[in-house]
């Protein structure tokens, strides 16, 4: 079990619905240790990547993309999920559907702050369906940018979203996935990764 795994384990609550509450320490109230730490894991993972830009999506994305770009020195870009008066200039679009809020946005993202020099990695602290991070990559691909990699705090590996990402050729790292979770127990049963993906394991 990983370090993100036993948090999840200790402070996370399963809901109806197929809902992880994990706001206690990860998208609302913020456990900055625990997003250092899971920095620090993607740093590893993406060792080899020639990140220069990471990408993320308002709001729950900020905070662990902020933290995390300390350990690659890069800067962070997010996708704001309407237009503000202080955007000028052009802009690369796209829709997504959030799954926790079930409704649709558009996310925008300034052509001044991504373009085809960029070698970007995707943070995000979610990922179901996937369509929220279908709309970031399709940003990326607007921009003529490369993308590096996805890296994910916790997946729903019991929905579509990482299959649907993986089978379309993009390196996804997740740093928990959840396999299966039952609301009535509270039970909640990850995906066994080996020590290389799943980093330091704490017994």
């Not at 994910?152 to 379309?168: D, P, S, T």
């Given at each position: ?51 220069n830009k990471i990408l993320t999506i308002e709001a ?144």
């Open positions: 079990m990983n370090f993100l795994e036993k948090r999840i384990r200790e402070d996370g609550i399963v809901k109806e619905g197929n809902v992880l509450k994990v706001d206690s320490f990860l998208n609302h109230q913020m456990d900055i240790r625990l997003f250092k730490q899971m920095g620090q894991e993607w740093k590893r993972r993406f060792a080899d990547a020639p990140i729950s994305g900020i905070g662990i993309a902020a933290v995390a770009s300390e350990y690659f020195d890069v800067p962070v870009v997010f996708a704001k999920k309407s237009k503000s008066i202080n955007i000028e200039g052009e802009m690369y679009t796209a829709e997504v559907e959030s799954f926790t809020h079930k409704c649709r946005n558009q996310v925008i993202v300034s052509k001044k702050f991504l373009g085809p020099e960029d070698h970007v990695l995707i943070i995000d602290d979610f990922l179901a369906n996937g369509c929220a991070l279908q709309g970031l990559i399709s940003i990326v691909q607007q921009a003529g940018a490369s993308l590096e990699g996805i890296g994910i705090a916790v997946e729903k590996g019991f929905q579509q979203g990482g299959r649907v990402i993986r089978n379309l050729g993009y390196r996804l790292e997740s740093l928990a996935i959840v396999e299966s979770m039952d609301a009535q127990t509270g039970e909640i049963v990850f995906r066994e990764q080996d020590e290389n993906q799943a980093g330091e394991k704490i017994l």
